[in-house]
């Protein structure tokens, strides 16, 4: 920030009573009732005064604003947007909206987003929504999303928070330059083993295991840094350690699912290794975890524990986040850390990598973009016919056989290679099925799929963790994405997109899956296999019963085998009745088919989830439903 005279700050009330302007006080505390006149003497001067921020009532974003001193260095006048529009601007502290006007070039009004289609066709280009998280929900923010999907460069950019004045310090932190030296770039990763390349520091599950991975996050200012790991809206595993989104101070809301904590249980990972989010100061936070940043109204827990809403209480004046769920891993660690080396954008780098897997946008920005010129563009995302039945099971046996998703130790391996040796002899020229009709043929492999299904059954139920219920991630891996996307209704009732990744070779098979937003990656199937939804009460009292209806629609007229399991760590205190079953369904027709799931009292209140799979020649489907174990009512 420019040095000013000093007979210009002097006729200043407000600076008279504090500072003069540095690099220390780039962010002047204010009071709501001082903000609006606040704000309108930075705007007037902003090369000599300091960015107002309400920090009344929130003592910790009083210490965020402490860690900002240390990260930025200066002021400058941040590159506008094309268009922004406020949320619920009644809502929010007043000054608030004329210090967000210069972050774009025109300004429309709320009302217009009735209608996203139109709004989008009035308004081209990048878009700015500004307004508190529990403005952004699914209408109209979802339409706005996909509008900018591969849209207008930096199509859709939010800046929000848990409550005014959250969204105040986001705004706020959009004039921040970072200082000199704040250079580091870092990625944490739990699920990977990437390179290292030069410029970046990697730290992966092996230095979980020897290094003080909480030290190394919080003893370091950050240019950008990433975590990518397994979690929930309120938490990013990296081994023992955890990136924490609780928010002591903030208020619980009343009647809200939270994790173990909102209850006085204990955290499931060691408390002297959390890393609370607001704490960590970097100038850009990346939240490479499924759900880590959903809409308001798609949130499985309170607030007070989100991860998203932690991140923009701290100094972060970036946060990409994950609105649903996605496919992240190598080629996205690759991507991002290039370019976070050269300055390209995260969240348009992450989701142009991931194009290629998912049809929907996997980040959003919150904080805005660099100027167009100066960050680089994102890389660019037969005659005779054997019974179809016979066909169908062929190339499924070639895909548990031919690929690597059994081990070769695998108990099924001897049984489907049996059965694989059938079908090659019945579909071969018809010389070779002179002994037998297409109808003993088909008698006897309905006979061997009966069996074998029987087997798998009983397999899943023993081990829901078998390595053949991995089968989505491991073709999907060796797949790309088929254009066409259907728009479905996931079975809590929002909608959804079903999409199909192909197999890129003969021994991979093409799998379905449904994702929505608020429930992430709800179904997966194979082709002609049966589809499956599930439908529960979203929450269950300790020592209750949840009543699950499934809903299953056959591929064919005949014997489908059904079960329900729960997670490893659920599995102790929940029981499924039936665990399996076997019925008759008609190919084609859904049908109903009920579980009860009995909880001990002593379970521990937080998110868990089920699933009900179906099996059906060779093909396991799967539908998987969230809810919540509340305590016992008095």
Same mark, same amino acid.
């Given at each position: 920030?420019?040095?000013?005279?000093?007979?210009?700050?002097?006729?200043?009330?407000?600076?008279?009573?504090?500072?003069?302007?540095? !690099? =220390?006080? $780039?962010?002047?505390?204010?009071?709501?009732?001082?903000?609006?006149? #606040?704000?309108? *003497?930075? %705007?007037? /001067? +902003?090369?000599?005064?300091?960015?107002?921020?309400?920090?009344?009532?929130?003592?910790?974003?009083?210490?965020?604003?402490?860690?900002?001193?240390?990260?930025?260095?200066?002021?400058?006048?941040?590159?506008?947007?094309?268009?922004?529009?406020?949320?619920?601007?009644?809502?929010? !502290? =007043?000054? $608030?909206?004329?210090?967000?006007?210069?972050?774009?070039?025109?300004? #429309?009004?709320? *009302?217009? %987003?009735? /209608? +996203?289609?139109?709004?989008?066709?009035?308004?081209?280009?990048?878009?700015?929504?500004?307004?508190?998280?529990?403005?952004?929900?699914?209408?109209?923010?979802?339409?706005?999303?996909?509008?900018?999907?591969?849209?207008?460069?930096?199509?859709?950019?939010?800046?929000?928070?848990?409550?005014?004045?959250?969204?105040?310090?986001?705004?706020?932190?959009?004039?921040?330059?970072?200082?000199?030296?704040?250079?580091?770039?870092?990625?944490?990763?739990?699920?990977?083993?990437?390179?290292?390349?030069?410029?970046?520091?990697?730290?992966?599950?092996?230095?979980?295991?020897?290094?003080?991975?909480?030290?190394?996050?919080?003893?370091?200012?950050?240019?950008?840094?990433?975590?990518?790991?397994?979690?929930?809206?309120?938490?990013?595993?990296?081994?023992?350690?955890?990136?924490?989104?609780?928010?002591?101070?903030?208020?619980?809301?009343?009647?809200?699912?939270?994790?173990?904590?909102?209850?006085?249980?204990?955290?499931?990972?060691?408390?002297?290794?959390?890393?609370?989010?607001?704490?960590?100061?970097?100038?850009?936070?990346?939240?490479?975890?499924?759900?880590?940043?959903?809409?308001?109204?798609?949130?499985?827990?309170?607030?007070?524990?989100?991860?998203?809403?932690?991140?923009?209480?701290?100094?972060?004046?970036?946060?990409?986040?994950?609105?649903?769920?996605?496919?992240?891993?190598?080629?996205?660690?690759?991507?991002?850390?290039?370019?976070?080396?050269?300055?390209?954008?995260?969240?348009?780098?992450?989701?142009?990598?991931?194009?290629?897997?998912?049809?929907?946008?996997?980040?959003?920005?919150?904080?805005?973009?660099?100027?167009?010129?100066?960050?680089?563009?994102?890389?660019?995302?037969?005659?005779?016919?054997?019974?179809?039945?016979?066909?169908?099971?062929?190339?499924?046996?070639?895909?548990?056989?031919?690929?690597?998703?059994?081990?070769?130790?695998?108990?099924?391996?001897?049984?489907?290679?049996?059965?694989?040796?059938?079908?090659?002899?019945?579909?071969?020229?018809?010389?070779?099925?002179?002994?037998?009709?297409?109808?003993?043929?088909?008698?006897?492999?309905?006979?061997?799929?009966?069996?074998?299904?029987?087997?798998?059954?009983?397999?899943?139920?023993?081990?829901?963790?078998?390595?053949?219920?991995?089968?989505?991630?491991?073709?999907?891996?060796?797949?790309?994405?088929?254009?066409?996307?259907?728009?479905?209704?996931?079975?809590?009732?929002?909608?959804?997109?079903?999409?199909?990744?192909?197999?890129?070779?003969?021994?991979?098979?093409?799998?379905?899956?449904?994702?929505?937003?608020?429930?992430?990656?709800?179904?997966?199937?194979?082709?002609?296999?049966?589809?499956?939804?599930?439908?529960?009460?979203?929450?269950?009292?300790?020592?209750?019963?949840?009543?699950?209806?499934?809903?299953?629609?056959?591929?064919?007229?005949?014997?489908?085998?059904?079960?329900?399991?729960?997670?490893?760590?659920?599995?102790?205190?929940?029981?499924?009745?039936?665990?399996?079953?076997?019925?008759?369904?008609?190919?084609?027709?859904?049908?109903?088919?009920?579980?009860?799931?009995?909880?001990?009292?002593?379970?521990?209140?937080?998110?868990?989830?089920?699933?009900?799979?179906?099996?059906?020649?060779?093909?396991?489907?799967?539908?998987?439903?969230?809810?919540?174990?509340?305590?016992?009512?008095?």
């Amino acid at each position: 920030m420019n040095a000013a005279p000093a007979d210009r700050r002097s006729d200043r009330p407000e600076q008279r009573s504090g500072r003069p302007p540095g !690099p =220390d006080t $780039l962010f002047r505390q204010v009071t709501h009732r001082q903000l609006p006149q #606040a704000v309108k *003497e930075f %705007l007037d /001067d +902003p090369e000599v005064l300091a960015v107002p921020v309400p920090t009344e009532g929130r003592p910790d974003l009083a210490v965020s604003v402490e860690l900002a001193h240390r990260l930025y260095g200066g002021l400058r006048q941040p590159h506008p947007l094309d268009v922004g529009i406020l949320l619920g601007g009644a809502d929010l !502290p =007043d000054g $608030l909206a004329e210090l967000a006007r210069p972050l774009a070039r025109t300004w #429309a009004t709320e *009302e217009e %987003l009735a /209608d +996203p289609a139109a709004f989008r066709a009035r308004h081209d280009g990048s878009l700015l929504v500004v307004g508190r998280y529990d403005r952004l929900t699914l209408d109209p923010v979802r339409a706005l999303l996909m509008a900018t999907y591969r849209g207008p460069r930096h199509g859709l950019t939010l800046l929000s928070g848990r409550d005014g004045a959250s969204v105040a310090w986001n705004v706020a932190k959009q004039y921040a330059e970072p200082a000199p030296g704040v250079d580091a770039v870092g990625l944490f990763t739990d699920t990977d083993r990437p390179p290292r390349p030069s410029g970046v520091r990697v730290f992966d599950d092996r230095d979980f295991e020897r290094s003080d991975i909480q030290a190394e996050i919080l003893g370091t200012r950050w240019r950008r840094v990433a975590f990518q790991g397994h979690g929930k809206d309120d938490s990013v595993n990296l081994g023992e350690f955890t990136i924490c989104g609780l928010n002591g101070t903030a208020p619980a809301v009343p009647g809200l699912l939270g994790p173990r904590c909102a209850y006085g249980l204990p955290c499931y990972k060691p408390e002297d290794k959390l890393v609370p989010l607001n704490r960590v100061e970097a100038v850009e936070v990346v939240l490479s975890a499924c759900n880590s940043g959903p809409l308001a109204d798609l949130a499985l827990y309170d607030p007070k524990y989100q991860l998203l809403l932690n991140a923009l209480d701290g100094p972060a004046r970036t946060v990409v986040s994950a609105v649903s769920v996605h496919d992240s891993d190598r080629p996205e660690n690759v991507a991002w850390m290039h370019g976070a080396l050269v300055g390209a954008d995260s969240v348009d780098t992450l989701n142009a990598s991931l194009a290629g897997s998912h049809p929907y946008p996997a980040f959003m920005r919150f904080g805005l973009p660099g100027a167009p010129d100066d960050t680089p563009p994102p890389p660019a995302p037969a005659d005779h016919r054997p019974d179809p039945l016979l066909l169908t099971v062929g190339a499924r046996l070639t895909a548990y056989l031919a690929s690597d998703l059994l081990p070769h130790n695998h108990p099924l391996r001897p049984r489907l290679t049996k059965l694989a040796r059938k079908v090659d002899l019945w579909v071969a020229r018809p010389t070779h099925l002179a002994d037998q009709s297409p109808e003993q043929i088909r008698t006897s492999l309905t006979a061997d799929l009966q069996s074998l299904d029987h087997a798998i059954t009983e397999q899943v139920a023993a081990d829901p963790e078998t390595e053949l219920m991995n089968y989505p991630a491991h073709f999907g891996d060796r797949s790309s994405l088929d254009p066409q996307v259907r728009e479905v209704t996931c079975h809590c009732g929002r909608p959804a997109q079903e999409f199909t990744r192909r197999g890129l070779l003969p021994q991979v098979l093409d799998t379905t899956c449904a994702v929505c937003m608020r429930c992430g990656d709800v179904t997966f199937r194979i082709p002609d296999a049966p589809a499956l939804l599930a439908h529960a009460p979203d929450a269950v009292e300790q020592g209750g019963v949840l009543e699950v209806r499934a809903t299953v629609t056959a591929a064919r007229t005949g014997p489908v085998r059904l079960g329900l399991f729960v997670p490893s760590y659920l599995r102790e205190d929940a029981t499924a009745e039936p665990a399996t079953t076997r019925l008759r369904l008609t190919g084609g027709r859904a049908e109903d088919v009920t579980f009860r799931v009995r909880f001990a009292p002593g379970t521990a209140p937080q998110a868990y989830y089920f699933t009900v799979f179906a099996v059906q020649d060779l093909a396991v489907s799967t539908a998987r439903r969230h809810f919540g174990v509340v305590p016992r009512s008095a």
